[in-house]
């Protein structure tokens, strides 16, 4: 594979030095029925060659944070720190991130039909893409294009980077979004619920292809998703938000080991299981997830908890008036009053 | 109508019965074309039973349902209901039907009126069976509390409720004129996980207390496992394999069955790392199937000869280019049918329960 040397080549990464690395992050949005604060004091890093899996429910504010990295909230007020490479990103003007964006970070949506361009072939979209970043010649981009159709597993490259979007099934244009957002060699990948809209059996084949890469390249992948059963398969570490905050951080074998904050644990024993040896009743978590509009002013979780309920009044009090922090060991941190780092679930 | 007045199913017909049915669309330019969405399906549904309906998206399997209950038209094909043709009915004849045959839609929003109130909502089906307004009013708040919401929320609006609670009162319309058999057509999938839980676990209290017979249909492997007696898995168009549900995940005998299987992510990760996958080569989108593998369309009219999976098929063979696998109807007593020329007899290759990753006794078998 040979690539035109891009005139601001990355300087190399230390080698305990996150590649981005997110601080107190809080993403405001003004809207006709008061100021939503969708993400608040958020902070987490992402090293080259691993993948943090960010798992949380509809407003959780997970995809909020995907897009806040990339500078691509109009309108919203984004506070904190969201550093590539040790270079700020939040106040960036549009010409440096549209310098970066692509380049240095890329990003892939749920729906890969809206995300691409109906009147333009894929090749000519990827090929733009190069040119744009690398000032590279029209055939040189084209051939680039083709390499990395071939690259994502696209039968009969050539051929096809000349077929329009509509040409593509669903699991092919999202291999044709992966070859875009790689084309320009970036370090990070934010992939925001990937495979949500796709057939299990064509999530597992781009899964598949979302690890092959990262590992071929070392990339530093964000995976943002619903599903735990694909972070259990995907990710190295994950955080696990609920109310636009941070509910758990950890490993993923000591998340699903020992989840220590109780949505995390709820979460794992409602989840209806293939392996599940009988049909007992779910256990299933009370109520619903929590509206932004007129957050608690205690643990957003608190309404839904079975510790709080269980708690003493005093306890209770707490977990209903003080917002817990994110606390615990360093490797695994909750932001519980009452965290349990002891057994798995069921 | 409460059930100890209603007729009981006799052992001659099940409560449900499905008959080479075929539901086709118009295709082509022209329309001259057609693309058979449901291709010659056949299955039973017992009184009080469900039957899980999984395939991924373009089986064909919510236009089976929707044929069911003739939201659409069969194109050929008999759908018995208590015995009874109810294929050909017109839609006057089939209004005192309708009463035992209900349905649940996957968007709770989008299937509620949101210009009336719940009580309203749920009332419908009453009034248009020419219950006074009273009663059905009466009725509809009984329903609120019977699927675990507030009566006195009855006169708020659908947008005033959460997901899950907008599914308890599509849930609560449907059982409002006492069915015996539910259509719910992927009825937690637009749900949140941490509401999911709820909402099945509230199906099954109902179908326990009402003596409710469900075609659950779902493209989530683990939800059906979890709320289904038996278990009829479609690929474009066909059933490839029914039968009991311990049978079918245990030991899924089509190739395409195990594939599916293997190919849901597990929540453990030490699972997911241990677990061999079976993964295929394509994908099953109907669209595919009028595509040539060069990518230009082929004719809608003539699916690929022989067995509609073999391209993806891991252990096709000449026979499977061929000729069509016949599937035997799946009765209720059966264990399970398959539609493949060489189906599997090996245990799962999916983590069976209460074996840990390390602990299975042999691995399975290694595939192409």
């Keep these: ?346 | 109508m409460t059930p100890a007045n209603r007729p009981t199913t006799t052992d001659q017909h099940p409560l449900l019965s499905v008959r080479d049915l075929t539901k086709s669309f118009p295709a082509g330019r022209r329309g001259t074309a057609a693309v058979r969405a449901v291709d010659g399906v056949s299955f039973d549904v017992a009184e009080g039973e469900t039957l899980g309906l999984v395939g991924e998206s373009g089986c064909g399997k919510s236009t089976t349902g929707r044929t069911i209950v003739r939201l659409l038209e069969p194109t050929t094909g008999t759908v018995h209901y208590d015995g009874r043709d109810i294929s050909h009915l017109s839609q006057r004849e089939l209004r005192p039907l309708r009463r035992e045959i209900q349905m649940v839609f996957q968007d709770p929003h989008s299937s509620l009126n949101p210009r009336q109130t719940v009580a309203r909502i749920i009332a419908d089906p009453l009034l248009v069976q020419g219950s006074p307004a009273a009663d059905a009013r009466r009725r509809a708040l009984e329903l609120m509390e019977l699927v675990g919401l507030i009566p006195e929320h009855g006169d708020r609006y659908p947008h005033e409720f959460s997901g899950g609670q907008a599914q308890r009162v599509g849930i609560a319309r449907a059982l409002a004129t006492g069915p015996r058999l539910v259509v719910a057509d992927e009825p937690v999938s637009a749900l949140d996980v941490s509401v999911q839980a709820q909402i099945v676990n509230l199906m099954e209290r109902l179908q326990r207390e009402l003596g409710l017979a469900y075609l659950f249909i779902a493209h989530d492997l683990s939800v059906v496992k979890r709320v289904c007696d038996r278990v009829a898995v479609m690929y474009l168009g066909r059933i490839v394999e029914i039968g009991a549900k311990e049978r079918v995940y245990a030991a899924p005998a089509h190739p395409y069955t195990r594939a599916l299987l293997s190919a849901v992510p597990l929540p453990d990760p030490a699972a997911e790392r241990a677990r061999e996958r079976i993964t295929l080569l394509g994908d099953p989108s109907p669209s595919s199937q009028l595509r040539s593998s060069r990518g230009s369309p082929r004719r809608p009219a003539a699916p690929p000869p022989g067995c509609t999976f073999h391209p993806r098929c891991p252990k096709a063979q000449d026979i499977c280019r061929a000729e069509a696998p016949v599937l035997r109807i799946g009765m209720p007593g059966e264990a399970r049918e398959v539609a493949c020329h060489f189906p599997e007899t090996e245990a799962a290759v999916t983590v069976t329960p209460g074996t840990s990753p390390g602990a299975r006794g042999t691995p399975p078998r290694a595939r192409r």
Excluded: W
């Design chain 1, 1 to 346: 594979m040979t690539l035109p040397s891009p005139e601001d080549a990355p300087t190399p990464v230390e080698r305990d030095e996150p590649l981005l690395s997110v601080r107190d992050l809080g993403v405001t949005f003004t809207t006709g029925r008061g100021r939503v604060r969708a993400v608040d004091q958020l902070s987490f890093e992402v090293r080259r060659g691993r993948t943090l899996g960010i798992v949380g429910e509809s407003g959780s504010g997970k995809s909020v944070t995907s897009l806040a990295i990339l500078g691509l909230h109009t309108g919203a007020d984004v506070t904190g720190s969201v550093r590539l490479h040790g270079q700020e990103l939040v106040g960036l003007d549009e010409r440096g991130l549209n310098r970066l964006r692509g380049r240095r970070m890329a990003m892939i949506f749920q729906d890969p039909l809206s995300s691409l361009h109906p009147y333009y072939t894929v090749g000519e979209q990827i090929a733009e893409h190069h040119r744009v970043h690398f000032g590279s010649r029209r055939a040189a981009a084209r051939r680039r294009a083709v390499e990395m159709l071939a690259e994502v597993g696209i039968p009969e490259p050539s051929r096809r980077a000349g077929a329009y979007p509509h040409q593509f099934s669903g699991g092919m244009r999202q291999r044709v979004m992966i070859a875009m957002a790689l084309a320009c060699e970036p370090e990070l990948l934010i992939a925001d619920e990937p495979t949500t809209a796709l057939d299990v059996t064509v999530q597992a084949q781009i899964l598949d292809l979302i690890v092959r890469l990262q590992q071929d390249r070392g990339l530093a992948v964000v995976m943002i998703t619903h599903d735990l059963g694909v972070v259990a398969r995907v990710a190295h570490d994950v955080l696990v938000m609920y109310g636009g905050r941070a509910a758990e951080q950890a490993p993923v074998d000591a998340l699903f080991a020992t989840p220590a904050h109780p949505y995390t644990r709820g979460l794992l024993d409602s989840l209806p299981r293939l392996d599940d040896a009988d049909d007992e009743p779910l256990r299933a978590i009370p109520g619903s997830p929590p509206s932004l509009l007129a957050p608690a002013p205690g643990c957003a979780f608190a309404p839904r908890c079975p510790r709080a309920t269980a708690a003493t009044a005093d306890e209770r009090l707490r977990c209903e008036t003080q917002r817990p922090p994110l606390g615990g060991p360093a490797g695994h941190p909750a932001a519980c009053h009452f965290p349990s780092y002891e057994g798995a679930p069921s």
